[in-house]
Structure formats: structure tokens, C-alpha cells
């Protein structure tokens, strides 16, 4: 599916959010929808009530529509005997969703089918889905339970897919059983996993959105942060070592990433030596994308990165290779550490060991207390390669982690699942 070549629709999300509260869960999957669709061209509007506080909160490019009325709600769930008020407020539910609705080509809505508390809402939708064309988008966040016996108008309403309408659970574990809850196939249940995206979830500095968007860092396989000083990179901390073995990893057929947050590059001498690391790396076969340093993204970043960034990055880091010559106390490396990432250390430097412990993988790479020549320096940079492969293929832990972050982003949801169901019905 080409997604430039797509007509771009509409997109109503509707909710009766009051507020963008990062401690309820669903604002997350909200959010991200809400990004995804802006990103890719479509028009997104976000219902929400009359009361709603964090307009500022709401992605860039969002249209916020505050109209969905507000009720002391009632949970229908144990199928208690109807308020006569219900009949009021879904006749105003359905007039305030019929008058604002009538631009947009699908809705997504979460919950409103399942929840007893949106009752009114959910015969409102009903209705409407009756007398429009508009195609809706109906998130189920908990397991559905079956329709009980005798169950009458209007708590039939929540369990009946209501017309031109899709059912979209979060695994395919219980597609069937979604069905049987809404009294429809499972052809018209779709799945569309929750997202967790680190520029969401970490609320990260715009240079690292930035990194990620621009070079595709989340869909890396083995990514490492190297935060050193450009007058020391080479001779120092080796930078041409840990180029080897990324190289050796790329010919292994893993997509890499090594982001040198380099400090002190302002001057004409560093950025030459930059431009020779440069031309090394592309002669053993890294690419842009795959070597990157943090200095050539803006001026502003050539004296350094904020902490933060550095922090965010090794979060975002699976790998660490460290054959830097001499250390005392090697703050990035307790820094690699803490950010779980698998540890590759210079054993011909003493401290290392001290630090690293038995919790490391360790080569000789020489030091100023130790020199060392290889026999074959291109096998053993490949052994190193394998060796490092072999300790991912055991890692759950940092195999869960790539899970997360290759297939779970909001771009590769949208993408994969929610781009194909926008699209399914055809042209609107």
C-alpha cells in the first residue's frame, strides 16, 4: 500500500476526555493516533467536552472540537432498571454527534460500545451510524463479555456492532470471542496493537525525535551511543574500533545504528577529523544513518548535547562497545549500565573489569598499559561481531526491548494496521 497515493480522509477520535492526564493509560493510544494521522496528511479532530483544560497538550495540526455533552453518568453495566433521563441524553448525544460530525469520513471511538457508564453515547452512535455514511472505528479495550439472556433495548445496543462499523481488538488471541460478544463475524473484527513509542512515552528532546525520525533509529536492530570529546575520539577512545565491529555486525545482516555524541567540535581541526572518521566509516561499509554525529544536526550541538539527550539516547541503546585506551572512572560506561545495555569492554584496560564485573563481554583492544597486534585484524573484529550476536540471540530481555521498539511504534501501528483499516471500505 503506497501511502502517498491514498486519499486522506477525515478522522474524528471521539471521546469525553475533560483533560490530556498522562496517568490514564488510553490518552496514550489516543495521542498517538492522533500523531499518526497528522504525520501522515490525514485530518484528525479530536471530540472531547465542553470542559476540556489541555488544548496545549493536543498534537500540532489537531482540530479540538469541544461538543460532546457532559452527563452525570449512570454504569448500565449491571443492567439496572433505566433512568428516564437516559432517553434525554442520548437524543442530545446523537444531536451534538449529527450537527459536528457531518465533515468527517470515519470516527474511531474507545470503549463506548463496551463501558456501561457511555450508554448514551453508545445509543447516540447507534442511531447515527443508521441515517450517515460516515465508517466507524470501534476500539475495545477490555475483554467483552456475552450478551445475557433476555437482554432488551437499549442494553442490547451494547453488544450489536452498530452499521458501517469495524470492531478493532488489541490481539488476535480473542478475535473470535469479540465477535461472538458483538453478534457479528470475525471478518468484521480487526486488530491493532497499543502502541508504546519512546518519543511519546519519554516525552524526548526534540534532537533525539529528531535522530529517530531522520535515520529511522527505532527500526535498528543494534544502536549505540558513544558520547566522547572529538579532540579525543580517535586516538583516545577509539572510535574506529567500535566502527569494525559495527560493520562486521552490518555484514551479519543486522541494521545498525552508532550515534557519537561528540563535544568540542567547533573547531576547523575537529570537524576535519570528523570528516576522515566519516570517510573510514563508509569505507567499511557504514552509511548515513549508520554512523551519525551529533555535531552535524545544528550548530547549537557542536560545544555538546544536553544531558538529557545523552541520557535518552543510552535509553534508546541496546549495545555498548567501549575500547577507549585509558580510563579512571568511566562515567559512560556506569552510564551504558544503568540503561541495560550489553557491554563490550577493553580488558587491556584495568578499571574496566573493576567496573564491569563478571556482567560484560571482554576483548583486547590495547591500551596505554598494553599493546596489542592482530594476526588477522578483520576475523577477530568479525569474531567479536558473533560473539556479541550470540549474547543478543539469549537476551530476552534486550530481544523484548526491539520487539517494543521495532513493531510497537506509533509509525509501524499506523502503518501496518491502521493505515489498511482506514482504507479498507474503499473510496468514502
Known amino acids: ?226 558520547p566522547l570529546s572529538t579532540t579525543r575520539m580517535v586516538s583516545g577512545k577509539q572510535i574506529k574500533i567500535a566502527i569494525d565491529i559495527f560493520s562486521k555486525l552490518k555484514e551479519l545482516g543486522q541494521k545498525v545504528s552508532l550515534v557519537v555524541a561528540n563535544a568540542h567540535a567547533n573547531d576547523k581541526r575537529e570537524k576535519q577529523v570528523i570528516g576522515e572518521v566519516l570517510s573510514y566509516a563508509s569505507q567499511k561499509g557504514l552509511s548515513v544513518g549508520e554512523i551519525i554525529f551529533t555535531s552535524l544536526e545544528g550548530s547549537e550541538y557542536e560545544l555538546g548535547v544536553p544531558r538529557e539527550v545523552i541520557a535518552q539516547l543510552f535509553m534508546l541503546s541496546n549495545l555498548f562497545i567501549f575500547p577507549s585506551v585509558s580510563e579512571n572512572g568511566p562515567l559512560i560506561l556506569y552510564e551504558a549500565m544503568l540503561s541495560k545495555c550489553l557491554l563490550v569492554l577493553n580488558s587491556s584496560v584495568p578499571c574496566m573489569r573493576e567496573f564491569g564485573q563478571e556482567n560484560a563481554l571482554y576483548f583486547k583492544f590495547g591500551s596505554i598499559w598494553e599493546n596489542v597486534e592482530y594476526d588477522d585484524k578483520e576475523k577477530f573484529m568479525m569474531d567479536v561481531a558473533k560473539i556479541i550476536m550470540s549474547e543478543f540471540s539469549i537476551n530476552k530481555a534486550l530481544k523484548g526491548q526491539n520487539f517494543i521498539k521495532q513493531k510497537l511504534n506509533y509509525d509501524k501501528v499506523f502503518e501496518s494496521q491502521i493505515l489498511p483499516l482506514l482504507h479498507e471500505y474503499g473510496d468514502l
Not at 469525553?16 to 490518552?27: P, V
Not at 496514550?28 to 497528522?38: K, P
Not at 475483554?143 to 437482554?151: D, E, H, K, S
Not at 508504546?196 to 516525552?203: I, K, S
Request: glycine share 2%.
Open 1 to 226: 500500500m503506497e501511502k502517498d497515493s491514498l486519499k486522506k480522509y477525515k478522522v474524528g477520535i471521539l471521546t469525553t476526555l475533560y483533560e490530556a492526564n498522562t496517568a490514564y493509560s488510553l490518552w496514550s493510544v489516543i495521542e498517538s493516533q492522533m500523531v499518526s494521522l497528522v504525520k501522515n496528511g490525514y485530518e484528525a479532530v479530536f471530540f472531547v467536552h465542553d470542559n476540556f483544560k489541555d488544548d496545549d497538550k493536543v498534537p500540532q495540526g489537531v482540530e479540538i472540537r469541544k461538543v460532546v455533552p457532559r452527563f452525570l453518568l449512570t454504569d448500565y453495566s449491571d443492567f439496572r432498571e433505566i433512568d428516564p433521563k437516559l432517553e434525554q441524553e442520548a437524543q442530545k448525544s446523537y444531536e451534538a454527534l449529527k450537527e459536528h460530525t457531518k465533515d468527517l469520513d470515519i470516527i474511531i471511538e474507545h470503549d463506548f460500545l463496551l463501558q456501561g457508564w457511555f450508554m448514551p453515547y453508545c445509543m447516540a452512535i447507534h442511531r447515527l451510524a443508521e441515517e450517515t455514511n460516515i465508517k466507524w472505528l470501534h476500539w475495545i479495550h477490555s475483554v467483552p463479555r456475552l450478551m445475557p439472556a433476555n437482554c432488551k433495548y437499549p442494553h442490547n445496543l451494547r453488544f450489536k456492532l452498530p452499521k458501517n462499523s469495524k470492531l478493532v481488538y488489541l490481539n488476535n488471541q480473542n478475535v473470535i470471542e469479540a465477535a461472538e460478544a458483538y453478534q457479528t463475524f470475525p471478518k468484521n473484527v480487526r486488530v491493532v496493537y497499543n502502541p508504546v513509542d519512546p518519543r511519546l512515552y519519554w516525552n524526548v528532546h526534540p534532537l533525539v525525535k529528531k535522530l529517530i525520525d531522520q535515520y529511522g533509529l527505532l527500526d535498528k536492530d543494534l544502536i549505540q551511543v558513544y
